[in-house]
Every structure is written in structure tokens, then in C-alpha cells.
């Protein structure tokens, strides 16, 4: 029996690695992980989340944890919330947060990014109306640009993208979008900023950024 239900999990491991794009050992290392933030049981609460002493600094900490319980980041195409997670569900939200390895076609690698954006989105448009207002969108800009570090080596990066907020403004200005955007807009305004370095999250001694997507 034991010797079974040992082969079944490591098929589904094998299935989840294909399905998001993790390596068998990182769906295994993760695995690990979510069972600790679980106590051991099978799914996990927002409650687990407030534990994680990595997120307490995030300035987006409460969007991070929401993100993991939206039923639209699950890939099913439904609204609304979830109380508790599987750690399917776990790992499919983990993913957005992964640049992309240096092997993944460019077709790929056009549908990874709409989906990270439509990710993004779905995180400020928080009562799922399809829209966002301004204030939103430039909130999601600042964070991004805010994110970059720190060091000489990135000023140029935090330079260029203040520019880039600036573009994106007048873009909008221009678009007539005073009262919110959607999805499409959104993308269409994002559609050159590098995200790869800007979307991850770090708990429990992993930070998504080593975690390159094979997709």
C-alpha cells in the first residue's frame, strides 16, 4: 500500500513539474514546504501565510496572500475566493512568481508573460470587475520600479524605468482612460517592462528568482 501511494505521488510530481514548469526537485522542495506552512495536513489557510516572517516586510504582503486564494489565478477561468489551497493550487500561483530559463522559445515565452501580467492584474483589480482604476495601475508601476535594487550596477534600471512610468502616463492620458483600464490596456502599456526581475517573493529560505522556468 505504502509502496502505491509512493509511486502515485511521484507521478503527480511528475505531472505538476510539466504542468508549471518546475523541476521534479523543486516541485519536491516545495512540497516540503507547504506541508510545513500546513502542519502537515493537506491544504493550506491565509492564517499559514501570516507565520512567514519573509512576507512581514512586503510592501504588497496582503495582495501576495490573496493571490494564492483568487480562484482566477488557478487556471480554470473562475471568479471569487477560496478559504483553503491545495498544494496544486499552491504551486500553480508559485509559478508566476519564476523568471523564465533561457531555453524557452519565444512563443513561449509571449504566453508565459501574459499570463504573468493577467497575474499582476487580477492582483489589483481586487473586486474582479475586469477593470482597474489609475490609481491602481499606478500603484502596480511603482512597486515594479521600486523593486529594482539598489546598487550602481541597477541605477541605470531605476532611471529607465521612471522614464517608463512617465511614458506610460501620458500614454494614458492619451488613451482617455480616466476612470480605469482593463486587461488588454494593460498589457499593451506593460508590454516592454521587464518583469523578470521585479516578480518574485522569498519565504522559507527559497526566493523564486533561482527558480527558472523550463516552459
Do not use: W
Not at 34 to 44: G, P, S, V
Not at 57 to 75: H, L
Not at 176 to 195: M, Q, S, W, Y
Amino acid at each position: 500500500m505504502g509502496t502505491s501511494q509512493s509511486v502515485e505521488m511521484q507521478q503527480n510530481f511528475q505531472d505538476l513539474a510539466e504542468n508549471t514548469g518546475f523541476s521534479l526537485e523543486q516541485v519536491r522542495n516545495l512540497y516540503k514546504r507547504f506541508k510545513y506552512l500546513a502542519k502537515d495536513e493537506d491544504t493550506l489557510s491565509k492564517a499559514s501565510f501570516e507565520t512567514i516572517s519573509d512576507l512581514a516586510e512586503n510592501p504588497i504582503k496582503n495582495q501576495i496572500i490573496n493571490a494564492f486564494f483568487d480562484k482566477r489565478n488557478f487556471g480554470n477561468y473562475e471568479k471569487g475566493t477560496v478559504s483553503e489551497i491545495s498544494f496544486e493550487q499552491f504551486l500553480t500561483v508559485m509559478s508566476f512568481f519564476r523568471p523564465l530559463g533561457q531555453d524557452v522559445k519565444q512563443e513561449d515565452k509571449e504566453k508565459i508573460r501574459r499570463e504573468k501580467l493577467h497575474f499582476l492584474f487580477n492582483m489589483h483589480d481586487k473586486d474582479g470587475s475586469g477593470t482597474i482604476t489609475l490609481d491602481e495601475y499606478r500603484r502596480v508601476v511603482e512597486e515594479l520600479v521600486s523593486s529594482s535594487g539598489t546598487t550602481e550596477s541597477e541605477t541605470a534600471k531605476v532611471i529607465a524605468d521612471a522614464a517608463m512610468l512617465e511614458v506610460m502616463n501620458v500614454t494614458m492620458e492619451e488613451m482617455g482612460a480616466h476612470d480605469g483600464i482593463n486587461f488588454e490596456d494593460f498589457f499593451k502599456i506593460l508590454k516592454g517592462f521587464e518583469l523578470e526581475s521585479r516578480m518574485h517573493v522569498r519565504f522559507l529560505n527559497m526566493d523564486t528568482t533561482t527558480m527558472n522556468c523550463r516552459k
